[in-house]
T-cell receptor, first 113, second 113 residues
Framework: QQQVKQSPQSLIVQKGGISIINCAYE??????FPWYQQFPGKGPALLIA???DVSEKKEGRFTISFNKSAKQFSLHIMDSQPGDSATYFC????????????WGLGTSLAVNP | DTAVSQTPKYLVTQMGNDKSIKCEQN?????MYWYKQDSKKFLKIMFS???????INETVPNRFSPKSPDKAHLNLHINSLELGDSAVYFC????????????FGPGTRLTVL
């Protein structure tokens, strides 16, 4: 089963708007939640990440909001730009040996000019 | 300088053939990964090596065999290729297995005819 559920599958936003992508997880042992951005023909690249000891992390126009009790985290892209058009993946991992990322299915974001 | 490089970028081959994909990282990382990304963009971890030792081996057909000659290289050999093996294969590396960013290569698009 999908341990990290990501929605929506695709998203269209007007330039200057706010893009919001949501992820939910089941395993309370997860303690690291990164977001990766992938442009067509490229490999994914880390965008921003959060640990559960904070409820929000902001880097420029990108913000992660984290709700530990609801087991949800989301990516907000403020003032969305056409250059933000990409596929976004949330992921989660837990401590211990052989740590591996559990990936969401991805969200294809298109920002219209 | 490319941080994580893969060769070849494209690979077109017939069913039943054997092929290899090579990966090299010059970041000094001790952990390397192979991912498979299907046509729906789903990212699936296949293998992970830490200091040349296999630490993650997901449910992957044994036709797939990774080899890590040293910390900077992780190759993937695929025997008896099948149509379902068609995908983009990404190599990635990280410094340790903890809360560390994974750096992805540009991907190898494998097409099995």
């Amino acid at each position: 089963q999908q341990q990290v559920k990501q929605s929506p599958q695709s998203l269209i936003v007007q330039k200057g708007g706010i893009s919001i992508i949501n992820c939910a997880y089941e395993n309370t042992a997860f303690d690291y939640f990164p977001w990766y951005q992938q442009f067509p023909g490229k490999g994914p690249a880390l965008l921003i990440a959060i640990r559960p000891d904070v409820s929000e992390k902001k880097e420029g126009r990108f913000t992660i909001s984290f709700n530990k009790s609801a087991k949800q985290f989301s990516l907000h892209i403020m003032d969305s730009q056409p250059g933000d058009s990409a596929t976004y993946f949330c992921a989660a991992s837990k401590g211990g040996n052989n740590r591996k990322l559990i990936w969401g299915l991805g969200t294809s974001l298109a920002v219209n000019p | 300088d490319t941080a994580v490089s893969q060769t070849p970028k494209y690979l077109v081959t017939q069913m039943g053939n054997d092929k290899s994909i090579k990966c090299e990282q010059n970041l000094g990382h001790d952990t390397m990964y192979w991912y498979k990304q299907d046509s729906k963009k789903f990212l699936k971890i296949m293998f992970s090596y830490n200091n040349k030792e296999l630490i993650i081996n997901e449910t992957v057909p044994n036709r797939f065999s990774p080899k890590s000659p040293d910390k900077a290289h992780l190759n993937l050999h695929i025997n008896s290729l099948e149509l379902g093996d068609s995908a983009v294969y990404f190599c990635a590396s990280s410094n340790g297995q903890g809360y560390n960013e994974q750096f992805f290569g540009p991907g190898t698009r494998l097409t099995v005819l």
